[in-house]
């Protein structure tokens, strides 16, 4: 079982940054693929970033250069960095994590640990 907890959602404007964090129970790493979702209303729930296994990382096209996924192990924390945001980003961002595909994971993977959401909100 892997508890997850998101923060650092705020409301901003238009060229400004944000580090969304996503505290973790237990950080497997090793293991687990770990990735950052979003949903606005109204759409549907699309992958902005992750990181595998073997800390690899990939990104949506519409986030590429701006955000940046990273992790501390120490302090079992999975982040976001969001950097020229954009009225677009506005969504409720999750983290999930799921260990079925720790190296080929992708965003259409179905995954097992959930957070509960943060918000961002981005005015022009």
């Known amino acids: 079982q892997v508890e997850l907890v998101e923060s650092g959602g705020d409301s901003v404007q238009s060229g400004g940054s944000l580090r969304l964090s996503c505290q973790a129970s237990?950080?497997?790493?090793?293991?687990?693929?770990m990735t950052w979702f979003r949903q606005a209303p109204g759409k549907e729930r699309e992958g902005v970033a992750l990181?595998?296994?073997?800390?690899?990382?990939k990104y949506a096209n519409s986030v590429k250069g701006r955000f940046t996924i990273s992790q501390d192990i120490d302090k079992n924390t999975l982040y976001l960095q969001m950097n020229d945001l954009k009225p677009e980003d506005t969504a409720t961002y999750f983290c999930a994590f799921d260990s079925q595909k720790p190296v080929t994971c992708s965003w259409s993977d179905e995954y097992k640990y959930w957070g509960q959401g943060t918000q961002v909100t981005v005015s022009s």
């Open positions: 237990r950080f497997p790493y090793r293991t687990y693929c």
């Open positions: 990181i595998n296994a073997v800390r690899t990382t």
